[in-house]
């Protein structure tokens, strides 16, 4: 069974501030991660897919993610944080081709300060 | 391209009655998933239809229903609602790819069982 697990429900960044936000993974199967963003009454938009052509996948609104099997990892990080990064954020995996259903983890709130 | 839309975006019902919600994915994807958020138990996915047959089934109970339309529209029914049934219901639609299948979210249907 595939599980994703998120480290901290909330993180605080100053504006300017590196993002990191943690994610790991337990999976059979080579398997395909996602992040995904959330604001305040809406559906979750797509950040970033990982599917093994790079370890390291570059997204939507400057954040990027690196594979790292050894440490069954999919962090997701931005150099300088913005106020409208404020957000929760969900980390997914899904099996290999021919299935799309989504395994999420339990999501990070993204709180930004001035 | 239009995105996923849901409808309603709202819906307060009673304990005992029963609701249906309906999903409209992006023009030409046949796959449609449906999962429940909450507080307590974030992100669970309930079913995922494809081509207008159930594909995969989450673990919930048999109150859960859904179907698909022959233009790929997707209905899912709760019948007796549980004040736990409250909640946010997203519904996704994905395109097989070679590459693994993503999911785009619609903006949810908000169900608050009073």
């Known amino acids: 069974a595939q599980s994703v697990t998120q480290l901290g429900s909330h993180v605080s960044v100053s504006e300017g501030a590196l993002v990191l936000l943690r994610c790991n993974y337990s999976s059979s199967v080579p398997p395909y991660l996602f992040w995904y963003v959330q604001y305040p009454n809406q559906g979750l938009q797509l950040l970033l897919k990982y599917t093994s052509a790079a370890t390291l996948v570059k997204g939507i609104n400057g954040f990027e993610a690196e594979f790292k099997k050894s440490e069954t990892s999919f962090h997701l990080t931005k150099p300088s944080a913005h106020m409208s990064d404020a957000a929760e954020y969900f980390c997914a995996v899904s099996r290999d081709s021919g299935y799309s259903t989504l395994t999420f983890g339990k999501g990070t709130m993204l709180l930004v300060s001035p | 391209k239009a995105g996923v839309t849901q409808t309603p975006r709202y819906l307060i019902k009673t304990r005992g009655q029963q609701v249906t919600l309906s999903c409209s994915p992006i023009?030409?994807?046949?796959?449609v998933s449906w999962y429940q958020q909450t507080p307590g138990q974030g992100l669970q996915f309930l079913f995922e239809?494809?081509?207008?047959?159930?594909?995969n089934k989450g673990n919930f109970p048999g109150r859960f229903s859904g179907r698909q339309f022959s233009n790929s529209r997707s209905e899912m029914n709760v019948s007796t609602l549980e004040l736990g049934d409250s909640a946010l219901y997203l519904c996704a639609s994905s395109l097989p790819q070679a590459n693994g299948e993503t999911q785009y979210f619609g903006p949810g249907t908000r169900l608050l069982v009073l």
């Open positions: 239809y494809f081509s207008e047959t159930q594909r």
């Open positions: 023009s030409g994807h046949r796959s």
